[in-house]
């Protein structure tokens, strides 16, 4: 069984900064891409960021040069930190990563969210 949890979630003013970690935990064979997605109550759930197994990144627009994603492999954990926070950032941070629990099996997980709330 696979498990991914996320912490670092809380209240910020505008042009703070927050630190979300997601571990997962469990039968692991690899760990491809993680990613942090967000969904504010009354909309869709939306990327936020990605990153590879090699490290390479994706961000969405609306996040470039405040955002981070960075892992730790060897932790099989995904960070995002998150600075010049804004009211419009604020919604339940989800991780997500592609997991092989054996070498044959591939299945996108999903942690439970962290609630970020920016306050003006």
């Known amino acids: 069984q696979v498990q991914l949890v996320e912490s670092g979630g809380g209240s910020v003013q505008a042009g703070g900064s927050l630190r979300l970690t997601c571990a997962a935990s469990g039968s692991i064979f690899r760990i491809n891409d993680m990613g942090w997605h967000r969904q504010a109550p009354g909309k869709q759930r939306e990327l936020v960021a990605v990153i590879t197994s090699g490290g390479n990144t994706n961000y969405a627009d609306f996040v470039k040069g405040r955002f981070t994603i960075s892992r730790d492999n060897a932790k099989n954990t995904v960070y995002l930190q998150m600075n010049s926070l804004t009211p419009e950032d604020s919604a339940v941070y989800h991780c997500?990563?592609?997991?092989?629990?054996?070498?044959?099996?591939?299945?996108?997980?999903w942690g439970q969210g962290t609630q970020v709330t920016v306050s003006s």
């Open positions: 997500n990563a592609y997991i092989q629990p054996s070498l044959t099996s591939s299945l996108n997980y």
